[in-house]
C-alpha cells in the first residue's frame, strides 16, 4: 500500500528510543523529512547518522518555555506524533507530586504544547495535517501501581477527540495509538518480571506482547492520506487486550 508519504515534513518528540525512533526511521525511509525530538542529545546524535538529512532537536518538553523556544521556529510541519511520554510507576498510596506533575507534564501538557504549534502552522498555510497521539492499553484499563500513567493515557484518548472536533474544521486529523506493552527498553524494564508478565500475557487473546514495528505501521497508516476519513478515534494494538 503506498502511502504518500515522501515529501512531507513530519514531527516526532520521543525520538531517541523504542517507538519514536522506530517511526522516524520508518518516515525517513518513506522519504519524509522529519525533525527529531529528544531529551537526549546522544540519542539524536546516533539517530541522524543511521538517519542522515533529518533535523534534531534536543529539548525537555516538560519545560514549557524551553520546548517554545526549541520548536516555536520549527518551520512547516505537516505530520506530527506526540510520542515522548514518562511511565513513573508507584503504588497509589505512594503517589508523589513529583511524580504526578512529571507524568502529566510530559504525557498530556507537551502533547498540547507541541499540538498547538504545529496545527498553527497548518491554519496558516491553510495545509492539510495529520496528528498521531501514543496513548496506551492503559487508558482504558486499570493496573496495579499505574494509577497515575493510565490516568495521563485515559486524558490523552480524551485530548485526542477533542481536537479531532476542534481542528477536523481545518482539514487536521487527530487519531491516537493505543499499544500493549511494547518490547522497547521501557518496556522491558517495567515488564522483566515473568511473574507480572505473565500476569498480562494471560490477558492478551495473541498471547504475546507487541514489537516495536507493529505500532510503527498503525502510526504510519493513520498519518497518510489512506487514513483520510479517520480522525478523533483510538486505535488498539493490544493483541486483544480490551476485547477481553
Wanted: with cysteine; proline share 4%.
Amino acid at each position: 500500500m503506498e502511502l504518500g508519504l515522501a515529501g512531507r515534513r513530519a514531527l516526532v518528540t520521543g525520538a531517541g528510543k523504542g517507538i519514536g525512533r522506530g517511526t522516524v526511521q520508518a518516515l525517513h525511509a518513506a522519504g519524509a523529512r522529519v525533525v527529531a525530538v529528544s531529551r537526549t542529545q546522544a540519542d539524536l546524535d546516533s539517530l541522524v547518522r543511521e538517519c542522515p538529512g533529518i533535523d534534531p532537536v534536543c529539548v525537555d518538553l516538560s519545560d514549557w518555555e524551553a520546548t517554545e523556544r526549541a520548536l516555536g521556529s520549527v518551520g512547516p510541519v505537516d505530520l506530527l506524533v506526540n510520542n515522548a511520554a514518562v511511565a513513573l510507576l508507584q503504588p497509589f498510596l505512594e503517589v508523589t507530586k513529583e511524580g504526578f506533575d512529571r507524568s502529566f507534564e510530559v504525557n498530556l501538557r507537551a502533547v498540547i504544547q507541541v499540538s498547538q504549534i504545529v496545527a498553527r502552522g497548518l491554519i496558516a498555510r491553510g495545509a492539510p495535517g495529520a496528528i498521531v497521539n501514543i496513548s496506551s492499553q492503559a487508558s482504558q484499563r486499570a493496573i496495579a501501581n499505574h494509577s497515575v500513567y493510565c490516568s495521563t493515557k485515559g486524558a490523552l484518548d480524551m485530548l485526542t477527540k477533542a481536537m479531532a472536533l476542534e481542528l477536523g474544521p481545518y482539514k487536521i486529523r487527530v487519531n491516537a495509538v493505543n499499544p500493549t506493552v511494547v518490547m522497547t527498553s521501557m518496556g522491558q524494564a517495567n515488564w522483566r518480571d515473568p511473574h507480572k508478565a505473565k500476569t498480562m500475557l494471560d490477558r492478551i487473546p495473541l498471547g504475546k506482547f507487541a514489537e516495536v514495528a507493529h505500532v510503527v505501521d498503525a502510526i504510519l497508516f493513520l498519518l497518510s492520506d489512506r487514513s483520510g476519513m479517520t480522525t478523533g478515534s483510538t486505535v488498539p494494538v493490544d493483541g486483544g487486550f480490551w476485547a477481553t
